[in-house]
């Protein structure tokens, strides 16, 4: 089993930062790759970024250029490094570590 928990949400303004962290637990040899989502309400959950096990990278088209995934394998952390926020941002942000889901941070980007 893998627990993720999520840290870092919160009240921002737009033009804002937060940098988002994902500890996880468990038995983590095996994990080959570790995703942001986010779901905004009454939306469906999206796939923000996501990161593997060689440490590429991947983001959706919308969040290119302002947002940053990275990992601390000795601390057993993800990140997102969030910048430039918008209010369509807003979202309660999930980490998950392969099939394995935290329960979410809130996120609002709102003046």
């Known amino acids: 089993q893998v627990q993720p928990v999520e840290f870092g949400g919160g009240l921002v303004q737009p033009g804002g930062s937060l940098r988002l962290s994902c500890y996880a637990s468990?038995?983590?040899?095996?994990?080959?790759?570790m995703a942001w989502y986010r779901q905004a309400p009454g939306k469906q959950r999206e796939l923000v970024a996501w990161?593997?096990?060689?440490?590429?990278?991947n983001y959706a088209d919308f969040v290119k250029g302002r947002f940053t995934i990275s990992r601390d394998n000795a601390k057993n952390t993800v990140y997102l490094q969030m910048n430039s926020l918008k209010p369509e941002d807003t979202a309660v942000y999930y980490c998950?570590?392969?099939?394995?889901w935290g329960r979410g941070t809130q996120v609002t980007v709102s003046s």
């Open positions: 998950s570590w392969d099939a394995f």
């Open positions: 990161i593997f096990t060689d440490s590429s990278t």
């Open positions: 468990g038995s983590l040899f095996s994990i080959r790759v």
